[in-house]
């Protein structure tokens, strides 16, 4: 496969004598954006994933190069390797890995470190499961009643981490669900405020707090899609064109809090 549209990496440097060449590079392929089909996309598996990675790369278990690719324009090579697989693909000494439960797998048992990510709670793994389909069904109904539903799961993952008191959801380091949740809360904030004026609530403090903890992260900051593709991720999926300025706007990242953090 030829050298995608545009690449970012995030590699070890060299300590003690020893060089990026001693661990393993990883390549994950990621959707790009839908305007520029260059600039990351806002596919959530293809950040979590990322976000997975970037985590073992800054701790320098594994040399990690993420490349995106134009599903809408697939290069030639890429439709020949892969077919009609979307991505995320990860690619492992040549081995590529093609469905995310595999792909999680795989991080989590042949890549070095993966293993310490993957933190067994279910307590935890059921708080966040369907978070992402009421949002969907916020954005499709636009009634108050999934407003309250989306309210009320947001409320419970707060609740957890006001009773946890930890920094992270299982505690005050980055496992699994960290990378799941929090790009689903930035397509909540961003998705909701633009097509149903829905806002995360300030009285929600834990939730607030989490989020500013995760924002002054490099493994969500680097992986994070602009706002401008957050937006164009949905309006494609309720058929609706984005307008021409739309399109040349300057990508924004939402990235502040609208309460004070007191650490």
């Known amino acids: 496969m030829s050298d995608a549209d545009f690449e970012t990496q995030s590699q070890p440097e060299s300590t003690n ?84 439960e595999k792909i999680e797998r795989h991080i989590m048992k042949n890549i070095p470190g993966g293993y310490n990510l993957f933190v067994q709670d279910k307590d ?5 499961e369907n978070l992402y389909v009421k949002l969907k069904l916020m954005l499709v109904k636009k009634d108050e009643a999934k407003n309250n539903a989306l309210l ?7 609740d957890h981490l006001a009773n946890r008191n930890t920094r992270f959801l299982t505690g005050d380091t980055m496992c699994c669900f960290d990378c799941e949740l929090m790009p689903r809360l930035q397509h909540i904030r961003v998705a909701g405020k633009y097509f149903v004026d829905f806002e995360i609530p300030t009285h929600l403090t834990a939730l607030w707090r989490y989020m500013y903890h995760m924002y002054q992260l490099d493994a969500f900051t680097q992986s994070c899609p602009a706002d401008q593709d957050i937006i164009n991720h949905y309006k ?3 058929s609706l064109k984005m307008k021409k300025h739309e399109e040349l706007e300057t990508p924004t990242f939402t990235t502040s809090i609208p309460i004070d953090i007191s650490e």
């Open 17 to 100: 004598g020893s060089s990026k060449f001693d661990v393993p590079e990883i390549e994950l392929i990621i959707k790009a954006s839908t305007i520029d089909g260059r600039r990351k996309g806002a596919c959530l598996f293809c950040q979590e994933y990322f976000m997975d990675l970037y985590l073992l790369a800054e701790l320098k278990t594994i040399s990690l190069k993420v490349t995106t690719v134009d599903m809408q324009k697939p290069p030639p090579d890429f439709r020949t390797n892969f077919e009609a697989t979307h991505p995320p693909i990860l690619i492992d000494n040549g081995l590529a890995i093609l469905e995310n």
């Open 124 to 128: 935890v793994a059921t708080l966040i």
């Open 152 to 158: 009320s799961h947001l409320k419970k993952i707060n």
């Open 236 to 238: 494609l999926q309720q």
